[in-house]
C-alpha cells in the first residue's frame, strides 16, 4: 500500500478506512506537536532543514530530500510491506500463521515490550535538545536534525501500534510516552541510557554508534515477531535507524582524523599537547567510548531472564536475523555463560538477551576497525578498543563487580581509584565542552573534527544544508 500524503496524518496502512483510530491519533498529533515544541531541538522551528522524508517503504527509494520546517515535518505511520502468507519464525509457534491481532494471553507482554521501545525514542530527542547550539557544522546540524525528526517517527511508529491494538490502556500508554522525559528526577524514561545527558557532540557520536545501535538490534528480534504489524513497523524503522548509526560512524571518524591530523603538525601524541591545539587526544575517545558502550550493554538485560526466554517461546521477540540460526525452537539447546562463580550452563531460550548482546558486540567491532585502520595508517601504536562485557555493568551477573576495562577482576578500591583512567571525568568533560561552539558557516568544521568525505544526496560539503533564517 503507497503511502497516503494527502490526510492529516500520512500513512500506508489506510487510516482514511478506520475512523475511530484516525480521530484517536489526530487526537494525540497536537500534544505530541507540544511536546516536539517544548522538548525537540532548541532554536530550530523556523529553519529550513535539507531533510529526508519517507515516500515509499520499499528499499530502492523510499526518501525524497527537500528543505523542510522540522514542525511541519510529516510524521507518520508506515509499515514494510506484508509477506504473504508469513508465518512465525520461532519459538513454540514456529510454522503457525503470523498474527494480524495481538494474542489475548500476549498482550501485556507486547504491550510492556511496545512502550519500552517506544520510550526510548521520545527520549533521545530529549537528550539531544540542546545540541545544536553548539553544531560543529551545517552538515552536521542537519543530520542531528534528521536524526531527531526520524525519533520522533519512531515514536509515531510505536504509538501507531498501541492506538491500533490496545484500546484504552495504549491511548493511556502513548499519552505517557509525552509526560515522562529524560533525565526528569520525577517521571525519567524508562532505561537508564536514556536519561544520560548528551551536552556534547562527542556523546552524541557515540551514542548515535553504540546506543542506537542497540536500537537496531531491539528492532531486528522485533522485526522477527509473530506479530505482524510490529515486525512490519521495525522493519521499516531499521531502514530509517541505518542513518543515526552512519552519523555515529563517521562523526567518531572524523574527530579521530582531525586528531591524527594535529598529532602529525606538532610531531606529538602527548595527549596534553593534543589539547591544546584544540582537538580530542585518542585517551578521552577511548574514554568516551567506554562509557557508553557499557551503558549501552545493560540495555540488553541480563545474561539469564526468563522473560527473554517468555519472549522467544511465545513468538513475541526472536533473535536478531533468525534465519542464520539452524534451530529455531531451541527447546533443549544449552548456552554456556562466564559468569563472576565460573562457567555456567543455562537453556539457551533463557539467554537470549546474551546472544543478542554478544552480536551487538560483533557489530560494534566494524567501527573500530575502520578507527584503528586511520590510527595505524598514520603511524601510531594506540588502538582504540571496547572494554570487556564485565567492565562497569550495572545489570546481570557482572553488576556491581569491579573489574578493569580488560575485565580483570579489581579491589573495589584500585577500581574507584583508576576510574578517571576509564571514563570520562569531570575535567575531560569541562575540556570537551570547551571545544563545543557552534559553527554555521557553509562549509566550515569546528577545529576538532575532520570534514565529512562527501555531503548529503550527493550534494557539496559546503552546501548550506540548514539556513537558520
Ligand atoms: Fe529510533
Ligand atoms: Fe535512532
Known sequence: MSIDYTSKIPNNVDLANDRTLQRALEHWQPRFLDWWKEMGPVDSSNADVYLRTAIGVDAEGWASYGEVKMPDYRWGIFLADRIPDRTIGFGD????????????????????????????????????????????????????????????RHLWAMVYLLHAH?????????????????????KPRILGTFNEPISDWLSFFMFTYFTDRDGKFQLKSLAESGFDPLARTCRFMLTEEAHHMFVGETGIGRVVRRTLEVMKEIGSDDPEAVRRQGAVDLQTIQRYLNFWFTSSLDLFGSEVSSNAAGSFANGIKGRPDETQYEDHVCADAIYELETPQGRESVSLRNAMNEVMRQSYIRDCEMGLKRWNNQIQRAGHDVRLALPS?????????????????????????????????????????????????????????????????????????????????
Not at 133 to 151: A, G, I, K, M, W
Not at 169 to 186: I, T, V
Request: proline share 8%; net charge negative; aromatic share 8%.
Open 166 to 186: 490496545f484500546g484504552r490502556d495504549g491511548r493511556e500508554e502513548a499519552e505517557e510516552m509525552l509526560s515522562r522525559h529524560s533525565g526528569d528526577a520525577d
Open 93 to 152: 509457534h514456529m510454522g503457525e500463521p503470523a498474527w494480524q491481532q495481538v494474542p489475548g494471553e500476549l498482550r501485556s507482554q507486547f504491550r510492556r515490550i511496545i512502550v519500552t521501545q517506544g520510550d526510548t525514542e521520545p527520549a533521545s530527542v530529549e537528550q539531544q535538545q540542546r545540541l545544536g547550539l553548539t553544531c560543529p557544522s551545517l552538515y552536521d546540524l542537519r543530520n542531528l536534525f534528521q536524526v531527531n525528526v526520524e525519533e520522533g
Open 389 to 469: 562485557p564485565k567492565f562497569r555493568r550495572s545489570i546481570g551477573a557482572w553488576a556491581n563487580v569491579p573489574t578493569d576495562p580488560a575485565g580483570n577482576t579489581v579491589t573495589r578500591e584500585e577500581y574507584d581509584r583508576r576510574m578517571p583512567e576509564w571514563l570520562p571525568s569531570e575535567s575531560d568533560r569541562a575540556f570537551v565542552h570547551s571545544l563545543m561552539q557552534r559553527v554555521v558557516e557553509p562549509g566550515k568544521m569546528a577545529g576538532w573534527i575532520a570534514p565529512p568525505d562527501r555531503g548529503i544526496n550527493s550534494l557539496p560539503v559546503d552546501y548550506e544544508y540548514v539556513k537558520l533564517n
